[in-house]
């Protein structure tokens, strides 16, 4: 049992008024642990901690080099327990065992490791000649105080993409994890400690809604940086807009994996886009759950992809042999089975799964499901699903390709796929999403920056374009 009970403010964990929020398995039902929702008057104290430590404490007149050392530092820390986070993400995510290890947690010692390199190579200040005659200095400052709310799919990973940036900027954060899913970052604390990381710097409160309002709105924020679905991000922008307050938003996608006529069909290709679309559960912004497949190797490419689909096994998260887990709560699932339905009666063809797996009574499980025949105006080819199903589309020639890969609100992600990999790349530069991985399913770069175009959000996380988000510029005219 995992209880963190209370807010964890100026680097301690303090008695909290408000509920008490159980964490569930989504494998099971089973009581993880719980946590305790901040009330808006905790949400203040927490701010005004990292406003201390922003301006009075010892973080305000650290080097780049010295905050480099610290991220390197919490990344010590974390890894000497990287077994003990990938099992509490493992259980409350539903992430399959044998992949968490380096898809939750080696993600995250890895933008981690990013930061801690390029940190102290970047260029805080600068001098130029001025046009008037003499000198200008130009100095890259934090923006101050960071609200980061977070996804429950990677809690791990999508913090450090904030919190990395913003301790290499000079910032204080207030982190607010998803309630599904708050246990992770919770044990993050004994991390910071570990590290030696100054009181009030980070700081955690968990909750629900109303917590995560309250951290938005508060005018204590200089910065708000939030991931997770379009229609919150919507409303977190419309918030921040009337203060003009700063904000980056990273949200939904419906990426496409684009096959191009001359691919080799192989075991490596096949299991990458099965990968693209399946890892985590499908529970990733960036899956590729659209596969764009050439009419002329169309059922070819639909038989190999559904027989790997169907091959996957699915069950316990905890057990090694599992493949794909439990979606994270009943309403993804029903939500998700819902669509699938109505793919089918819009003409699609079911290939592989498309009901819930057998013997597995207990948790929020759905059969990894392969829809062909599917058109890209279908509801299930433009809505974000969030679950183990992707759908294959037929397309005739390149520029067919590039246009549905397009034709999508998000524009986050994708992939080209090409026994020629200049081809590839030059057809993944024409599609307007924020990253493309040509023959592979990877969707980012720790050291390159990551977020979409279109829907999918405003602002880039990753590399030192992820550290100038957190920095405003001045200029002082010598």
Request: a negative charge; hydrophobic letters at 45%.
């Given at each position: ?85 990938a099992d509490v993400v493992s259980a409350e995510v539903g992430s399959p065992r044998k992949w968490t290890s380096f898809g939750q947690i080696g993600t995250a ?370």
């Amino acid at each position: 049992m995992h209880n963190y009970e209370g807010i964890y403010v100026s680097g301690k964990w303090s008695p909290s008024a408000g509920a008490r929020i159980a964490v569930t398995s989504p494998a099971s039902g089973e009581v993880l642990g719980h946590v305790t929702a901040a009330t808006s008057e905790e949400v203040g104290a927490a701010i005004a901690a990292a406003r201390d430590a922003l301006e009075r404490g010892p973080w305000a007149t650290t080097t780049a080099a010295e905050r480099a050392a610290a991220i390197g530092r919490l990344a010590d820390a974390i890894e000497a327990e990287s077994r003990d986070y990938a099992d509490v993400v493992s259980a409350e995510v539903g992430s399959p065992r044998k992949w968490t290890s380096f898809g939750q947690i080696g993600t995250a010692l890895g933008v981690l490791r990013t930061f801690e390199k390029i940190t102290p190579e970047y260029r805080f200040e600068d001098r130029r000649p001025s046009v008037i005659g003499g000198e200008v200095l130009v100095r890259q400052l934090p923006v101050g105080v960071v609200g980061a709310i977070l996804p429950w799919n990677a809690p791990l990973f999508t913090a450090f993409l904030k919190l990395a940036p913003a301790l290499a900027a000079g910032c204080t954060l207030v982190l607010k994890p998803s309630p599904e899913a708050p246990l992770a970052l919770s044990k993050l604390t004994a991390a910071v400690e570990a590290a030696g990381i100054p009181a009030g710097v980070i700081n955690i409160v968990s909750g629900d809604v109303q917590t995560g309002e309250a951290l938005v709105s508060h005018p204590g924020v200089d910065k708000v940086s939030f991931t997770g679905s379009t229609a919150a991000g919507r409303r977190i922008g419309a918030v921040c807009a009337a203060d003009i307050r700063r904000c980056g938003l990273e949200l939904g996608g419906k990426s496409a994996a684009v096959v191009l006529d001359d691919v080799v069909l192989d075991q490596k290709v096949v299991s990458g886009l099965v990968t693209g679309v399946m890892a985590n559960n499908g529970q990733v912004c960036a899956a590729q759950t659209r596969i764009l497949l050439p009419r002329s190797r169309y059922e070819e490419c639909v038989d190999a992809i559904a027989a790997a689909v169907a091959a996957l096994t699915v069950g316990d998260p905890a057990n090694r042999s599992t493949d794909v887990g439990p979606v994270i709560n009943s309403a993804a699932r029903d939500r998700i089975e819902a669509h699938i339905q109505r793919a089918v009666q819009d003409g699609a063809r079911v290939v592989a799964g498309g009901s819930r797996p057998h013997g597995l009574d207990t948790g929020w499980f759905v059969a990894p499901t392969v829809l062909a025949d599917v058109h890209n105006d279908m509801a299930i080819a433009r809505e974000e699903l969030f679950g183990p199903v992707c759908v294959l589309i037929p397309y005739e020639g390149e520029d067919e390709a590039v246009a549905l890969a397009n034709d999508s609100d998000y524009g986050l992600a994708g992939a080209v796929w090409s026994a020629d990999a200049a081809r590839a790349a030059r057809v993944a530069a024409r599609l307007r999403v924020g990253s493309v991985s040509v023959n592979s399913p990877a969707p980012l770069d720790f050291g390159s920056p990551f977020g979409g175009f279109k829907k999918s959000g405003v602002g880039r996380e990753g590399g030192p374009e992820g550290i100038a988000g957190y920095l405003e510029t001045q200029s002082i005219i010598l």
